[in-house]
């Protein structure tokens, strides 16, 4: 038998928050996603005047994040990013099209090892992304601290 946990809106939204904060104080426009375990939106929240396009790269970002068991940038960290050229991995990316991204901003969302959600953010340059997914995660470490499943 194995236990099997899953985000809900509750746990989404102090994540949207948190990184909607942080995108805020770094002033970047932002679109941020939480989605399942499956890379289903849960809740996405696009601040005023962020990218239209910004929407569906945050969901494929949260999607790959989820689906994959990895974040995103990860895809692509030299020398062993798995879609850089000559590596095993290399065009995955075509497999899912507008679905399957391989650049920062999406982030796993982990409890108890296992993938319960991700974040998807997408607005920033990679240090951005990487800085208002880290405070989504904060967010959600601490949303579950405060809750804690009974």
């Known amino acids: 038998m194995h236990q ?3 985000i809900t809106l509750d746990d989404a939204l102090p994540v949207l928050q948190a990184a909607r904060a942080k995108a805020e104080e770094l ?3 932002q679109t941020i996603c939480v989605c399942d375990d499956g890379g289903n939106v849960i809740a996405l929240h696009r601040l005023p005047g962020a990218r239209l396009t910004g929407v ?3 969901i494929a970002k949260a999607f790959t994040a989820a689906g994959h068991e990895r ?3 990860l895809f692509n960290e030299p020398p062993n990013g798995p879609a850089l050229p000559g590596n095993e991995a290399f065009g995955i990316s075509h497999m899912l099209p507008g679905k399957f991204a391989i650049f920062v901003g999406g982030f796993p969302i982990v409890h108890e090892g296992q ?3 991700a974040v998807g953010v997408s607005g920033g340059n990679g240090e951005q992304d990487k800085a208002v997914g880290a405070a989504a995660l904060q967010a959600f ?3 579950v601290a405060a809750n804690p499943v009974a």
Do not use: L, N, P, Q
């Open 4 to 6: 099997v946990f899953r």
């Open 27 to 29: 002033g970047v426009k």
């Open 71 to 73: 974040a995103t940038h």
């Open 115 to 117: 993938i319960v959600g």
């Open 56 to 58: 569906e790269i945050s």
């Open 141 to 143: 470490a601490d949303h």
